[in-house]
């Protein structure tokens, strides 16, 4: 979705859509909101310009949020904030993407 200058993102997902809040991955992960954000730009996801603890992430961006997170140079802190994800997705019965090798 492509929105112009002023327009805020919904903080509500399409019917029967699974999603999560960046405060719901934020917890899950125990990361930081700087380093949970600095995933979040790595894996090129879209969220809030400040703050919003509200927005709503899919199982599209989880996905993406893990494999960025076990990739790269956030394999310390990112192994453990994936394996958080993870759990999201498998409480939901979401499939879940291939584990990533690249661990440090």
Not at 58 to 84: C, M, Q, W, Y
Request: aromatic share 6%; net charge positive.
């Amino acid at each position: 979705m492509t929105m112009r200058r002023g327009q805020t993102r919904s903080e509500t997902l399409p019917h029967n859509t699974p999603g999560w809040s960046k405060q719901d991955l934020m917890d899950a992960s125990g990361l930081s909101a700087k380093s949970f954000d600095t995933i979040r730009k790595a894996a090129r996801v879209s969220g809030p310009n400040h703050g919003g603890l509200n927005w709503l992430f899919n199982a599209d961006d989880v996905h993406k949020l893990i494999h960025r997170a076990e990739s790269g140079s956030f394999t310390e802190r990112g192994f453990p904030a994936a394996t958080g994800w993870r759990a999201l997705l498998s409480e939901a019965g979401l499939p879940l993407p291939p584990v990533s090798l690249r661990k440090r």
